[in-house]
């Protein structure tokens, strides 16, 4: 009675292993070429003993960050950020009122101060992001993460990510991969708030990088952030990130600009089976359209460059099911 | 009768598990104050409902490496690197009979390359580091690591590692730990041997770091290793590696110099349970003695802040029941 009881128990557990196995991990993407290329290549590469199998040490994968993982427009939500933080700081700046690029700012000028160029947003960057320590800056990032809302949606920001790319997380680290971000944003604004969204730790963050400094204040080590770009991980600074952070090529790689170019290009240099994928911006219904003439999240030389070579490019209305996590 | 079998079978295993518990992981360690305190700190850190249990993901452990994880006598093996790198290229540059830095090492007249201060350091550096890609980089490092002897053991370098440390870092991971290093040394030059000594893989390793750069040979993507400092991760550049790499507060950090008594400080400075360790070297029989006038690993105001605080200081001479992994 109790072996039958057992060979029972045995049997339920193994139906419902391979029940598991059958389900969908990818149920946010409809079924064609870039859903079956994903799971084509995964199966490559963790079939032991296939000609293509790479050792989980080796599985590594990286995704762009701002319209990759969560979406970048009317403006990047880091900029928003730092816009909302001028205006928070102004009441005790009162010389902002006069003084360029901060007038035109809360103002709500935006072509003055577009005007300002390169300027006028290193000055914003710089009393947003700088001039505190490393923490006071990470208690800043979260109180705006849990209050500010996306103007289209009227959700958090955290919440505008995108669905199918939160399981395709998820799908690669249960198949054995580390998933990194490699970002050009700001490394320490992302992990103030990603991990609990994406389940990527802050140690597998790659992003931009301030100049910081350490030391004691009132005997308490403190980082200062200077107001100083220490590095700038986009475009040709992509695989110079990778290199200095992670030090590892990766196998997989997904961006969705020209920015990401050289990250994938860097991905596709490896031997052996390689992922390199895209977010093509093609949904102006339940996102945004845009390509080849955007000013933010630019996507025309390695668009071209993709279809040259073969790389997935997610058409965003044709291979995305649902596109963000509140949509139903 | 199977069912007895059964009970037989999983007696066995109970005993066998709880003679695990019992078995020593540290076995290099002799009992002491350093022994007890970290497996007193593991203990608590890792007890579920304890009052200082830490949560696996924030068990962050960084270990210096020159002087802590491998030995730094007579001179950084990494220089030693440098030195070697330097004759096996001078065949390829004639002048260098004639040029200082370059003439003065290959006579082997240390004193006048000393003479030089830190451009002659910093020329030797752009030479045998710099003007290759990181591919070539890591091969030659590979090749070094696998055929040079150090001069007193006459075994390769990667032998030359702390057994006592070995466990330590198996131990912590074990125990739910993530390792680091976090070291002056160049992080290209660790990754490239450090996974297999140390169960160290290369995102793991914080160290310093020189500026490259990517670029299209052939229509190949490399990156190019410059002659120019990107990041030096010694004394208050510790702590900033630490932000920058992994952007986490360690709990547990382990040096052996005065370079490293910024990450300690960083590391105390969090709330919590938290364990901070140097090595003292006082062995000269075994290994060296040496610590507040020596040039190499100079070990003076730490060691008094460390005495001051309560850090825990390893009396290599008392404490190490084996040094290296050759010594039997």
Redesign the interface.
């Known amino acids: 009675m109790?072996?039958r009881a057992m060979v029972i128990i045995l049997t339920l557990f193994v139906a419902a292993g391979s029940a598991a196995a059958q389900m969908d991990q990818l149920p946010s993407w409809n079924e064609g070429p870039v859903k079956k290329a994903l799971i084509d290549f995964v199966s490559r590469v963790t079939t032991e003993g296939g000609p293509e199998f790479v050792v989980p040490?080796e599985r590594?994968a990286v995704f762009d960050n701002d319209g990759t993982l969560w979406a970048e427009q009317p403006i990047y939500f880091q900029f928003q950020f730092a816009l909302d933080r001028v205006k928070a700081l102004a009441p005790k700046h009162p010389e902002w009122k006069e003084t360029q690029p901060f007038k035109a700012l809360l103002e709500g000028d935006m072509s003055t101060f577009a005007a300002g160029g390169e300027k006028a947003l290193l000055e914003i960057m710089a009393v947003s992001h700088a001039g505190m320590t490393?923490d006071e800056f990470a208690e800043t990032v979260k109180e705006w993460i849990a209050t500010a809302k996306h103007p289209r949606f009227g959700r958090r920001y955290n919440e505008v990510v995108y669905q199918p790319m939160l399981e395709l997380l998820a799908y690669l680290r249960a198949k054995g991969f580390?998933t990194?971000i490699v970002s050009g944003g700001g490394?320490?604004f992302m992990?103030a708030w990603v991990?609990p969204v994406y389940g990527i730790?802050?140690?597998?963050?790659v992003g931009s990088?301030g100049k910081?400094?350490?030391e004691?204040r009132n005997g308490?080590?403190?980082?200062v952030k200077l107001p100083a770009v220490?590095?700038i991980d986009d475009k040709?600074?992509k695989?110079?990130g990778i290199?200095?952070?992670?030090?590892?090529l990766p196998v997989f790689a997904f961006g969705n600009s020209d920015g990401d170019q050289?990250m994938l290009?860097?991905t596709?240099?490896g031997s052996g089976a390689r992922f390199m994928g895209l977010v093509h911006h093609t949904d102006a219904e339940r996102e945004w359209a845009y390509d080849r003439a955007s000013h933010i999240g630019k996507l025309d030389r390695a668009l071209d460059e993709a279809m040259a070579k073969g790389w997935q490019v997610v058409d965003m209305k044709r291979d995305w099911k649902q596109v963000f996590p509140f949509d139903k």
């Open positions: 109790m072996i040490a590594i490393t580390k990194f490394v320490e992990r991990e730790p802050p140690e597998q963050v990088v910081e400094k350490f004691l308490r080590p403190e980082l220490d590095f040709e600074g695989p110079v290199q200095k952070f992670i030090g590892r050289q290009e860097w596709a240099a």
